[in-house]
């Protein structure tokens, strides 16, 4: 449901914190564009994180990242390094972790920031996945 929303632009973060998704998000800088280029096309596109979406209001509000334009994101999430190479060995990982994530955002045990931090992170595991062995194929 799209609820009319008088204000012109929002925090994104604090629009995600009041539980209402902007149907615009305008990059102002790289950080904002790697979300509205990468990690959000992906969440909307994941059955795991569907949950979250619909308990989301979508508002008519154009979004605006406003922190740094290159973040230093602390997580308590720390994947080691073989758990970094067995996601990328194993793909039924993928899915749980996705799982996690959705379940550390409805249940806001992990800042938002955190969970984009850790999903782009993932992304970019398949994708050096995908193109390695892509790449031996040929």
Avoid at 33 to 56: G, K, Y
Avoid at 83 to 92: D, F, G, H, I, V
């Amino acid at each position: 449901m799209i609820t009319q929303c008088y204000y012109q632009t929002k925090d994104l973060f604090k629009a995600l914190e009041e539980n209402k998704l902007p149907t615009t998000l305008r990059p102002q800088c790289s950080y904002s564009r790697i979300l509205a280029s990468e990690v959000f096309p992906v969440l909307m596109q994941l059955p795991q994180f569907q949950p979250w979406l619909d308990s989301l209001d979508v508002v008519e509000a154009v979004a605006i990242y406003t922190g740094p334009d290159t973040p230093t994101i602390n997580t308590s999430e720390c994947l080691s390094r073989s758990e970094s190479a067995a996601l990328n060995e194993m793909s039924q990982l993928m899915p749980s972790l996705f799982d996690s994530m959705c379940a550390a955002v409805m249940q806001k045990r992990l800042p938002y920031e955190e969970v984009f931090a850790i999903v782009l992170d993932s992304i970019h595991a398949m994708n050096y996945k995908h193109y390695k062995t892509l790449g031996t194929l040929h």
